[in-house]
RNA sequence: GCCGUCGUAGCUCAGUUGGUUAGAGCGUCUGACUGUGGCUCAGAAGGCCAUAGGUUCGAAUCCUAUCGACGGUACCA
């Protein structure tokens, strides 16, 4: 045991009782509303080939890029592009200690799952992008990123959310993502008016850029992270950071891409007339005013004039689902509509700032995922909720409480009556009423109750040698005794009015009544 | 990762220009109340002042490094 000592590892935490109720909570209202549009509950492993999961290749043995990852123990055949094994030149089977990753989310596993089903068909040429089959699944539970800064609500080890659909290019299916992720945090408790579904499409995105000048992959990635950043920085922080630089408000220097006037300009113009929230409507009009005579913008504004129609006809009005032309989104990574879920819910910090947590979900059309695996297009889109995000903002805004029923607390006096005890116990648990035997070692019974108050019992039995032989039970309504302990003066006269003796047969319809069961 | 601020009891924090024995409130425990939650009262336990070096007659206080927390920035599948 040298070198350590009892700790979690940094951006781990432990669950406690409460915080896994919340989480639950949310995780099976959330899933009912998913279940209601057809996604069936797949899971799969948190392990993966680090291969099968992307773009993201660790580097040698270390932890790269934000990926847990290590060396499979067993030697596995390497395989070639055609699914056969690689042989060397005395034509044996190279054998190698594959890379093994932790999932970083659970859209890379499916595009595996999905994938694996269909490597063999993909393989006889079979497959094809039309005839790819319709498959709607969703999915929760931790995924795990080597994150280098931990923000508040932000771990290395964190809950998602995901639905997805995958073999369907219809942006219906994207409006219909928009209507889930809304109709799911409604369902968890959100009131309509603390959030907002923002959606855009990376097509309309990059083809405004192209038309401008910015083609390449790169400079276009470097102007997107520039302009992601615009909820934060502002039209003047975006057009420093695009040409020049800019200082921000901890003095450090923050280079800029240095991209002339004219196309900072250009972009900083487009930006500024989507700074307010408009309505779905005008926000479409002012970009085709733009004229902008660009392949890719076309059809993206296409797409989402037709997502407009869709959810006006599913009654999914401006409140609900905005257009931001400036949502971004992950980089190389969607080719569509891209979504998420801005909280409007404020809380209080330490020093009395009044925050916003932000964003919540995330998703949107990813195209090529599949294809990475496959070989073959398979269009899919999706979103995800931030489970545990979203469960800090419920608490940090006041929106949930933590508090748990506690069970009825059978206290102790006597080995002896132990039968007896659990008799009870049982008779109440199959009566439904959660019950529970003190087992602590410290038996006085001020400890006993003081326990039962911790745990927010709502009542106690107290049951001794004297007791048993009368053939009665003596119950206290502990939640009574708190609402009326703000008030008590006389404690005997107090304790009369919240306990009673019975008689033991009564016991169960007793409780039953005390706690409005009946 | 980079820059900045901060680390004192389980928690929230005092602690004088470096000076003897480091404090408070809350919580915990014990008792008044030996079989009863709250309030009240009396008492107790609890600290290598984050860790390791250094400066000094003397360090919680000054310097350096490490670790950790927080804030900004970068990143964000």
Not at 76 to 105: C, F, Q, T, W
Not at 129 to 147: C, I, K, S
Not at 398 to 415: H, S
Not at 446 to 457: C, P
Request: net charge negative.
């Amino acid at each position: 045991m040298n070198g350590m000592i009892p700790k979690k590892i940094k951006g781990f935490r432990d669950i406690d009782p409460e915080l896994n109720e919340l989480r639950q909570q949310v995780v099976e209202k959330a899933g009912k509303v998913y279940e209601l549009y057809g996604f069936r509950h797949w899971d799969t492993p948190v392990l993966e080939y680090a291969e099968n999961l992307g773009k993201y290749l660790p580097d040698k043995e270390t932890v790269a890029e934000g990926v847990y990852s290590f060396r499979n123990p067993e030697t596995e055949p390497v395989y070639k592009n055609d699914g056969s094994e690689l042989r060397d030149e005395n034509d044996l089977v190279v054998m190698d200690n594959h890379h093994i990753a932790m999932r970083y989310d659970l859209t890379a596993p499916l595009a595996r799952m999905y994938a694996e089903e269909l490597f063999i068909q993909s393989l006889k040429g079979q497959l094809t992008t039309n005839n790819a089959p319709l498959f709607r699944r969703y999915q929760y539970g931790p995924v795990y990123r080597f994150e280098a800064k931990l923000d508040p609500g932000r771990f290395r080890e964190f809950w998602q959310l995901d639905f997805d659909t995958v073999g369907t290019a219809d942006v219906a299916a994207d409006a219909e993502a928009c209507m889930v992720l809304s109709d799911a945090l409604e369902a968890i408790g959100l009131e309509k008016k603390s959030f907002v579904v923002r959606l855009n499409n990376r097509k309309i995105l990059s083809g405004f850029l192209s038309g401008i000048g910015i083609a390449g992959e790169e400079d276009e990635a470097s102007v997107l992270r520039v302009i992601d950043k615009i909820d934060k920085i502002g039209i003047d922080g975006i057009t420093a950071e695009l040409g020049k630089g800019r200082k921000d408000s901890s003095g450090a220097v923050i280079p800029g891409l240095g991209l002339e006037n004219k196309t900072v300009n250009a972009i900083a113009n487009y930006f500024e007339r989507f700074v307010e929230d408009k309505s779905r409507e005008s926000t479409i009009e002012a970009l085709f005013s733009l004229n902008a005579k660009n392949e890719k913008f076309t059809e993206g504004m296409a797409e989402l004039t037709r997502i407009d129609e869709l959810l006006r006809a599913s009654g999914y009005d401006e409140e609900k689902v905005l257009f931001s032309p400036s949502i971004v989104r992950g980089l190389g990574y969607y080719t569509g509509p891209v979504y998420e879920v801005e909280s409007l819910l404020t809380f209080t910090d330490r020093k009395g700032n009044t925050r916003r947590v932000g964003s919540i979900c995330g998703g949107g059309r990813y195209d090529g995922l599949v294809e990475r695996l496959l070989g073959i297009k398979v269009p899919a889109t999706g979103a995800s909720i931030g489970v545990d995000r979203l469960c800090e903002l419920l608490l940090l805004s006041g929106e949930a409480t933590l508090q748990q029923k506690g069970t009825v607390l059978i206290t102790v006096f006597d080995d002896e009556l132990m039968g007896e005890y659990q008799k009870i116990s049982a008779e109440l648990r199959s009566a439904g009423i959660p019950a529970e035997i003190y087992y602590g070692a410290q038996r006085g019974l001020k400890k006993q109750i003081g326990y039962a108050d911790k745990m927010n019992s709502p009542v106690c039995i107290l049951l001794g040698s004297d007791e048993f032989e009368k053939g009665v039970v003596t119950v206290r309504n502990l939640a009574l005794g708190k609402e009326l302990s703000a008030t008590i003066e006389n404690k005997d006269e107090w304790k009369r009015k919240v306990q009673k003796e019975v008689s033991r047969n009564e016991l169960v319809e007793t409780i039953k009544e005390m706690l409005g069961r009946k």
